[in-house]
């Protein structure tokens, strides 16, 4: 027997650490071409291998199902992959003209993959595939009951890579697995960023390494079949989520909420679907084997059959049963029911109206999965809106499976096989974690607007940057832009070259505009009333003329920051069909009198 186990499990994460480390110094100069042919071999050899992967899970874990297992493993190898194909992370991934920003990606470093022993092959695929695509590095530490499976994975992948150029080293594993040699490698000073999946204990562990970590929250999701539902359907994908792989994923359904009027419709076709309703007596044995009375969790239970399952809790069920349901009281501690279970149980409770519902499936939600997922099934907009809006989920499935809705096999969400439950559940993230999330991006910003023409003053507080840009700029409609390259540097700009660009761009665009004056802009309605002694006693033409001041001449050009200035000064601003003005001093002056026309 190895002596020392958890000394020997730190010196591997030690040494893992510091040879993808230096793998990484040549991936992260790998082109995206070089990039993606690897990716695309590392992915082909996991398709290929993903039913002997899926069967020495199995095997290995004692969870769940072979079948579905096969299914997450391709979903990994050829949906996740064919995701990321159009994916930029090599280089320039992004160029904004108009704004004149640049946008580079940088790889994070070495990815420390903690893998679980629910999805120890697909969760590994998955983590590989998303690594060596940001040009990261990556360590998978597998679970201590699933390292046969999970270290297999990383080898299939690993040698199809070498074939295709990836760097020696750049896939390392632990296969001498202890929790202290997991902290190694998730606190080394080579680590540049962590990917855990896992109980919340290592998700802890995970944010307190003093490392960037990407961890997810539990799951306890309920699904509401509202009154206007498609009730067949609902129940199918509530039993087909649960059943999936024994119930394993995290974002598998956990309860169900029933509309009171379609209570008798929805236990009807659980029976059809082969679901087994448990009577008063199951429903307590089914509970004494969720957790003990100190209400801790029974692992055994894990991604085990509806059959194993109730043998084990003194009764039986044909060997055909999808999953087993049972009327819960209430939420909490004191009702097992209520809580993950990770295992084909399904608690049923019945509220009337989609309010009560809502409510319930928000108490769901906060007794250990907030932020995580919820299904509902309904044809009311306005409910599906409502509980868009109100439930403390951040990924709501509506009329689909929540298993398989919220990873992306049903729905177009980003797929993955890491879920992050934002600020409610304790994670930095509520997306679905994609390679996209392992890269760094370094943004060039050059310069839109010279130190000189900021036009910042204390008495106008009210103006805007943004307007102070658009009057010492044009705007993309103010005419042809001037013939300098948009990012030349290295010349001074000071405020009478830029009164310059802007008087030959008005020039320009007036021999373009000549007599066809802006159509947003009409001659203003004359705006209030006038006084009663005023119409008593109007003035002669003759008085008029000598009393009026004499109108300003038409301007040449008007900007959002000359309408917000009139405004301010209660003036108006003379302009004929000839003056430019730009698209945000329209907006500015539009229903209100501050242009006069000449």
Same mark, same amino acid.
């Given at each position: ?19 993808? #480390? ?11 071409? !070089? ?27 004692? #969870? ?42 940088? *790889? ?7 893998? *679980? ?16 695509? @940001? ?10 009951? @699933? ?74 999701? *309920?699904? $509401? ?17 649960? &059943? ?9 359904? !956990? ?24 009577? +008063? ?11 003990? *009375? ?20 003194? $009764? ?17 501690? /004191? ?58 989920? #951040? ?20 797929? =993955? ?12 993230? =509520? /997306? ?13 910003? $050059?310069?839109?607007?010279?130190? +000189?023409?900021?036009?910042? =003053?204390?008495? @106008?507080?009210?103006?805007?940057? =943004? ?9 993309? &409609? ?29 020039? !320009? ?10 159509? +947003? ?55 004929? /069909? !000839? ?7 329209? /907006? ?11």
């Amino acid at each position: 027997m190895l002596q020392d186990k958890d000394l020997v499990s730190v010196q591997q994460a030690r040494q893992a650490a510091e040879a993808a #480390y230096e793998a990484e110094q040549v991936l992260k100069d790998f082109s995206q071409e !070089q990039v993606d042919a690897v990716v695309a071999a590392m992915a082909e050899a996991a398709r290929s291998q993903a039913r002997r992967l899926a069967e020495l899970a199995v095997e290995e874990t004692g #969870y769940g199902k072979v079948e579905d297992k096969v299914v997450k493993n391709l979903f990994s190898a050829v949906d996740i992959h064919n995701y990321t194909k159009g994916l930029k992370t090599c280089g320039v991934i992004r160029e904004d003209k108009e704004r004149k920003i640049i946008e580079i990606a940088v *790889p994070y470093g070495v990815v420390a993959a903690i893998i *679980p022993t629910t999805n120890p092959t697909s969760t590994a695929i998955f983590k590989i595939l998303s690594s060596i695509k @940001a040009r990261n590095t990556v360590v998978v530490a597998p679970h201590p009951r @699933a390292v046969r499976c999970t270290v297999e994975t990383a080898r299939v992948m690993y040698e199809a890579g070498l074939k295709a150029g990836l760097p020696e080293n750049s896939v390392r594993w632990l296969d001498q697995v202890d929790l202290k040699g997991t902290r190694e490698l998730m606190s080394h000073r080579r680590t540049g960023v962590i990917l855990a999946t896992g109980g919340p204990g290592l998700v802890k562990a995970a944010y307190s390494s003093g490392k960037p970590a990407y961890g997810v929250g539990s799951g306890n999701v *309920p699904s $509401f079949i509202e009154r206007t539902a498609d009730v067949p359907k609902a129940v199918r994908d509530v039993v087909a989520g649960k &059943s999936f792989d024994w119930g394993v994923l995290c974002s598998s359904e !956990q309860a169900i909420v029933c509309d009171r009027p379609v209570e008798s419709l929805v236990l009807e076709e659980l029976r059809r679907n082969k679901a087994y309703l448990l009577n +008063e007596e199951e429903t307590a044995k089914i509970e004494r084997l969720i957790q003990n *009375p100190e209400g801790r969790f029974n692992t055994d239970i894990v991604g085990q059959s509806p059959a194993k399952l109730a043998s084990r809790a003194g $009764f039986s069920v044909p060997d055909d049963t999808t999953c087993l349901v049972g009327r819960a009281q209430g939420v909490g501690i /004191d009702h097992p029911l209520s809580r993950e279970k990770l295992s084909p149980i399904l608690a049923f409770y019945v509220e009337d109206g989609w309010e009560a519902g809502c409510e319930r499936c928000i108490e769901i939600l906060q007794y250990g999965g907030l932020g995580h997922t919820m299904s509902l099934h309904s044809t009311d907009r306005r409910v599906i809106i409502e509980f868009g809006l109100h439930k403390p989920a #951040y990924r709501v499935c509506v009329n689909t499976p929540s298993t398989h809705g919220s990873v992306g096999l049903t729905t177009a969400v980003p797929p =993955s096989m890491t879920l992050g439950c934002g600020a409610p559940g304790g994670n930095i993230t =509520s /997306d679905n974690i994609t390679a996209m999330h392992l890269v760094n991006i370094k943004r060039l910003a $050059f310069e839109t607007r010279p130190v +000189e023409a900021l036009g910042y =003053s204390e008495s @106008a507080s009210a103006a805007s940057p =943004s307007s102070a840009a658009a009057s010492a700029v044009p705007g993309p &409609s103010a005419g042809p832009a001037p013939s300098s390259p948009p990012y030349q540097s290295g010349r001074s700009v000071d405020a009478d070259s830029v009164r310059e660009v802007v008087r030959s761009v008005v020039e !320009q665009y007036l021999g373009q505009k000549k007599n066809n004056p802006p159509p +947003e802009i009409k001659a203003p309605p004359s705006v209030g009333k006038e006084k009663d002694e005023d119409r008593a006693s109007p003035p002669s033409p003759s008085q008029e003329a000598s009393q009026a001041p004499k109108p300003p001449p038409a301007v040449d050009f008007v900007c959002e920051d000359d309408v917000r200035q009139a405004l301010r000064n209660q003036s108006r601003i003379v302009v004929n /069909d !000839q003056t430019i003005i730009t698209p945000a001093a329209q /907006d500015a002056a539009r229903g209100r009198d501050v242009l006069q026309w000449e």
